[in-house]
């Protein structure tokens, strides 16, 4: 039981949600860049939400299965095929033995999971399945995947109803980025009124300097009337912060532990996996919403979730 890389993507990780409570070792939780969409394609494959799938960015690769298959793509669409037939997203699907899923460039967002029933079997490290790639850990052999790599598929164990009803509209509401909500981050105090008003009004764009550790923006330049450094601190997933060139940085899930910028603001839990969607060149807006409104979008968010779990 297994799938053999017969032709590798751009950067493809094995991926589940991660291993928090490593900071202090200096050692981020990484995981799924989009935990949102990841737990839905496990879900729509009869799999538990935290079970270790494929994370494709930007382009795919091939994938020969030697074995009876239950497959599912989620996230942004991607140009897929099996053997020639399109792949639909956010839906489940069979494939055979001898099969190949061909994953082509992404039509929308940056990212897309295959899962796979049964998961995707990799080593345990630290509690997590997922590759930490600036780090070389986890996954498989800590790397991004490359051709003639040979991937187990886990055996199913206490199998889920596979979902089969998924509101397609409503997943690809929640993964648009055109805006991505904020609360005030430590030092916000550090900003003006006026810059706060270029921060929030004006679009930022992606750089290329775009990876899971962090996302650089361009286009507008944010500065503090405090100076551009603090005592190195804590970093947190989503963190957004300011050096000295005035070009915000997303702090995401490969981020630094420490850090010594100003953090004008932190990316609410619930649009992270917007955020996990962005590639270079793509334009959005920060919007700022309170402590309680952040809470209760990720609530309504975990509720989604629950729901399909239990439908």
Same mark, same amino acid.
């Given at each position: 039981?297994?799938?053999?890389?017969?032709?590798?993507?751009?950067?493809?990780?094995?991926?589940?949600?991660?291993?928090?409570?490593?900071?202090?070792?200096?050692?981020?939780?990484?995981?799924?860049? #989009?935990?949102?969409?990841?737990?839905?394609?496990?879900?729509?494959?009869?799999?538990?939400?935290?079970?270790?799938?494929?994370?494709?960015?930007?382009?795919?690769?091939?994938?020969?299965?030697?074995?009876?298959?239950?497959?599912?793509l989620?996230?942004?669409?991607?140009?897929?095929?099996?053997?020639?037939?399109?792949?639909a997203?956010?839906?489940?699907?069979?494939?055979?033995?001898?099969?190949?899923?061909?994953?082509n460039?992404?039509?929308g967002?940056?990212?897309?999971?295959?899962?796979?029933?049964?998961?995707?079997?990799?080593p345990?490290?630290?509690?997590?399945?997922?590759?930490?790639?600036m780090?070389?850990?986890?996954?498989? #052999?800590?790397?991004?995947l490359?051709?003639?790599?040979?991937?187990?598929?886990?055996?199913?164990?206490?199998?889920l109803?596979?979902?089969?009803?998924?509101?397609?509209?409503?997943?690809?509401?929640?993964?648009?980025?055109?805006?991505?909500?904020?609360?005030?981050?430590?030092?916000?105090?550090?900003?003006?009124?006026?810059?706060?008003?270029?921060f929030?009004?004006?679009n930022?764009?992606?750089?290329?300097?775009?990876?899971?550790?962090?996302?650089r923006?361009e286009?507008?330049?944010?500065?503090?009337?405090?100076?551009?450094?603090?005592?190195?601190?804590?970093?947190?997933?989503?963190?957004?912060?300011i050096?000295?060139?005035?070009?915000?940085i997303?702090?995401?899930?490969?981020?630094?532990?420490?850090?010594?910028?100003?953090?004008?603001?932190?990316?609410?839990?619930? #649009?992270?996996?917007?955020?996990?969607?962005?590639?270079?060149?793509?334009?959005?807006?920060?919007?700022?919403?309170?402590?309680?409104?952040?809470?209760?979008?990720?609530?309504?968010?975990?509720?989604?979730?629950?729901?399909i779990?239990?439908?």
């Amino acid at each position: 039981m297994s799938i053999h890389v017969l032709k590798q993507g751009l950067q493809t990780t094995v991926q589940d949600l991660g291993r928090p409570g490593f900071a202090h070792l200096g050692i981020s939780a990484s995981g799924a860049a #989009d935990a949102f969409s990841i737990q839905i394609g496990n879900l729509l494959v009869g799999n538990e939400p935290n079970t270790a799938a494929l994370e494709i960015t930007i382009t795919g690769g091939k994938y020969k299965f030697t074995t009876d298959s239950y497959i599912a793509l989620s996230g942004s669409d991607f140009d897929a095929q099996i053997d020639g037939k399109t792949v639909a997203n956010w839906t489940g699907v069979s494939i055979k033995k001898g099969q190949c899923l061909q994953v082509n460039k992404s039509l929308g967002g940056a990212r897309c999971y295959l899962s796979v029933q049964g998961g995707i079997d990799v080593p345990i490290l630290l509690n997590s399945r997922s590759t930490h790639l600036m780090t070389g850990l986890g996954g498989f #052999d800590g790397c991004v995947l490359k051709k003639d790599y040979v991937l187990k598929i886990g055996h199913v164990v206490n199998k889920l109803t596979k979902i089969t009803l998924i509101n397609k509209q409503e997943m690809e509401q929640k993964l648009e980025r055109k805006t991505i909500r904020v609360t005030k981050g430590l030092e916000g105090d550090w900003f003006n009124d006026d810059t706060w008003e270029l921060f929030l009004n004006k679009n930022f764009r992606v750089s290329q300097s775009f990876s899971r550790m962090g996302i650089r923006l361009e286009g507008n330049t944010i500065q503090s009337t405090e100076g551009n450094e603090i005592m190195t601190q804590g970093i947190s997933l989503g963190v957004v912060q300011i050096p000295g060139n005035g070009e915000p940085i997303i702090s995401f899930v490969e981020h630094q532990t420490t850090g010594g910028y100003p953090r004008i603001a932190n990316i609410i839990s619930a #649009d992270f996996c917007k955020v996990g969607q962005l590639k270079p060149g793509d334009k959005f807006k920060f919007a700022l919403v309170t402590i309680d409104q952040a809470e209760q979008l990720y609530k309504m968010q975990l509720k989604i979730i629950h729901n399909i779990a239990v439908s």
